[in-house]
């Protein structure tokens, strides 16, 4: 297996998709050699892109670069036209459009379909992120009634909701990066979550959703949103319940019933197996031994498939809309 290169544009991990990034990263070291190497500022001691780029760096065989960062994909893809590139989707929707050349790893069948669709003729996998689950074994008292956490989350749940909260259970408000998220988790009862209107502001797409599927993992009653991905594993009234019904009065209700008790069950581990890192590696075997062959395959060649959506008519329905405009101004 040709050896792998993680391309991250800074050393931050307290964002969703470079500690995602960085599991995946791991897991590999299974199946094949890695190295991590960031690509915007230099810092001491790192892998540097324009190092590889130079040929600065000894290596027996050509890598393949692997690229996440959603809102730098298409420029790395370009800059890396003459080389083997991968890219794993962790979200959707940043408006770029992706040579067949390269390969997509898809997070989510949310994303999978997505991509499916904008790009019908790339190789496209699924490889859902890694979620460890701490098994049967005994936890600790419940402190905390309802987490929050302050990143990604909407006006209304910070706005109307937590004051709603405060005083009539124990309420913990995260703002910040926290080393251990999972002691917290294992702390609550209850965790609220609502990204939809983080992602609308952002113009992109919820491409997984770790927080809720870790905090089910550690026990806690979610309450989401259930925009997107999270829509892959959220079964709301039989695993969670979802947030923004009907008003903040009947939210509030609803989490203070969760609190004593009166909430849908938590999943088991078996509803993880799909998460592990032992599974992943699994997939992994297979994904990358496969896209290995593929760039064996399609080496100095071009795509001999028709772009759909190259020259797109208008739509049936974009041409009864335009009609109907005309009609209307006359």
Known sequence: ???????????????????????????????????????RARIAGQDHLGDWEAGRIPTDEEPIFVVHWGPDVAELVDRLQDRD?????????????LPPRVPILCVSRHTLGY???????????????????????????????VLVQARKSSRYLMDDLVPALQGRCRLTVLDGWVDDLGA??????????????????VGAT????????????????VFSSINDALADYLDPGFNCRKI???????????ILRAVAGDAPPVPGEEAFAPYSRAAVERRLQVLLADITHFFAATAG???????????????????????????ALG
């Open 206 to 221: 919820e491409g997984f959703g770790l927080p809720p599927l870790e905090a089910m993992a550690q026990g806690c009653v």
């Open 244 to 254: 923004r019904v009907h008003s903040p009065d009947y939210d509030v209700a609803a």
């Open 184 to 201: 917290y988790l294992r702390r609550s009862k209850v965790y609220l979550y609502d990204s939809v209107e983080h992602w609308i502001a």
């Open 1 to 39: 297996m040709r050896p792998l290169v993680f391309l991250f544009p800074d050393a931050r991990s307290d964002v969703g998709g470079n500690l995602a990034q960085m599991r995946f990263m791991r897991a590999c070291t299974a199946v094949t050699r890695v190295h991590q190497a960031y690509y």
């Open 85 to 97: 590139v991968v890219y794993v989707a962790h979200s959707s929707g940043w408006g770029m459009k």
């Open 115 to 145: 991509w499916g669709r904008l790009a019908p003729n790339s190789y496209l996998g699924l490889l859902p992120n890694i979620v460890a689950h701490p098994g049967p074994e005994p936890r600790g008292e419940r402190d905390i009634d």
């Open 301 to 327: 060649q071009g795509s001999s498939i028709g772009d759909l959506w190259a020259h797109r008519p208008a739509s049936a329905l974009q041409r009864i809309r335009r009609a109907a405009k005309v009609l």
